[in-house]
């Protein structure tokens, strides 16, 4: 059967990865007759869930991504079989065992409904080495280098931990430059850019400049290191390491995840760290010359309106040091202990200052 990734703008990176290991898989905008990989993320899923159950098409239809792996039961109501976690290894297998008819159930890393309708979750494989996979295939999709995968952190919103699990894991250094010579301006993905070559605990400074100091190396490439796609944890931000960012990177900003500006919020939400290191975090930045920009979010199913206000307080600290506030309204994400959580609404004074703030050029984002 003909093998097709349908692509959209929020799925790319997952494509990129997975292209190589399905060398004849085409890219398409709309479902095909044949095997069809979808990726999304849970704020697409009723868009895909409509497409996928209004589809015409002799279609084997094959979900992985963040929200099919925290909900494979759900997903199973509108596709045949939900890759679960990390697809480099279980994506070919369940390809290569549909196209000679074996058994899936020997397949490690899925879940399928048995014809009776129950559902089958055929277990979890172990986790994969990065080196032994490219970041993408230049022929058909480029995406950032991703140079860790993993997070040792257990926050409530996310669900980085859930699907790729708490030991942190990285690419080698080798394995990253040979992805460089496919771009002029070099970016990243990490749950924690910062956190290079350690457990995602206590840093490896040491590390992070090995890496640095290769890629500086090479001629006519920008380094752009703890920005976005990537982000730093506010106490991993140091003199020692934004020294490194002035003097072998490219980039004047740094994305820096505070999430809340409420140390009780912070404490609810497993963040592991508090207000002050945000504080700290901000004013070393702006004194190596390095605007902060950081992320906030809003509505979380605890949250009262102080910790709202608290929140706006750190606000007009980062504004004031001259650095910017993406703010965001919490989506309760599968899989995470926030999945059935109702989110909070937000305050009538602190929605009119967010939208004054937002028209001054003090913030961007969306918040309710």
């Known amino acids: 059967m003909d093998i097709y990734f349908r692509w959209n703008k929020k799925n790319s990176y997952s494509i990129a990865a997975l292209a190589p290991l ?8 709309e479902p095909k007759d044949g095997i069809m990989l979808y990726s999304f993320v849970t704020k697409q899923a ?17 979900a992985g991504g963040p929200h099919p792996s925290g909900a494979p039961e759900e997903t199973l109501e509108h596709f045949d079989y939900v890759v679960i976690g990390e697809g480099e290894d279980t994506l070919p297998h369940l390809l290569k065992t549909l196209e000679t008819g074996e058994d899936v159930s020997q397949v490690k890393g899925i879940a399928y409904k048995e014809p009776g309708g129950k559902m089958v979750q055929t277990g979890k494989r172990n986790d994969i080495d990065l080196n032994n996979y490219p970041c993408f295939d230049p022929k058909t999709l480029l995406s950032p280098i991703e140079i860790s995968r993993g997070c040792p952190w257990n926050c409530k919103y996310c669900q980085t931990p859930r699907l790729f699990g708490k030991k942190v894991r990285h690419r080698s250094i ?28 206590h840093p490896r400074f040491d590390k992070v400049e090995k890496l640095l100091s290769t890629l500086h190396k090479i001629k006519d490439k920008n380094i752009y290191f703890g920005t976005f796609p990537s982000e730093v944890r506010p106490e991993f931000v140091t003199d020692e390491v934004l020294e490194m960012i002035g003097w072998y990177c490219t980039n004047e900003t740094l994305s820096l995840g505070a999430q809340s500006g409420s140390d009780r919020m912070l404490k609810s939400m497993w963040r ?14 702006t004194s190596h010359g390095i605007t902060p920009n950081v992320d906030l979010i809003f509505g979380y199913p605890d949250e009262t309106e102080q910790d709202q206000q608290d929140s706006l307080k750190l606000i007009e600290f980062i504004n004031k040091k001259g650095g910017s506030v993406r703010a965001h309204y919490l989506t309760p994400l599968p899989d995470t202990p926030y999945a059935d959580v109702v989110p909070s609404k937000i305050g009538r004074d602190v929605k009119r200052i967010l939208g004054k703030m937002a028209l001054e050029g003090k913030l961007t984002g969306v918040w309710e």
């Open 46 to 62: 009723a868009s895909v869930f409509q497409e996928v159950s209004n589809a015409t098409t002799d279609s084997i239809f094959i």
């Open 22 to 29: 399905v060398p004849k898989a085409s890219i398409v905008k």
């Open 174 to 201: 080798d394995s990253i430059v040979k992805c460089t010579k496919h771009y002029d301006d070099l970016r990243f993905t990490s749950s924690n850019a910062f956190a290079y070559g350690g457990d995602g605990i």
């Open 272 to 285: 592991g760290h508090t207000v002050d290191d945000v504080i700290v975090a901000v004013e070393r930045c």
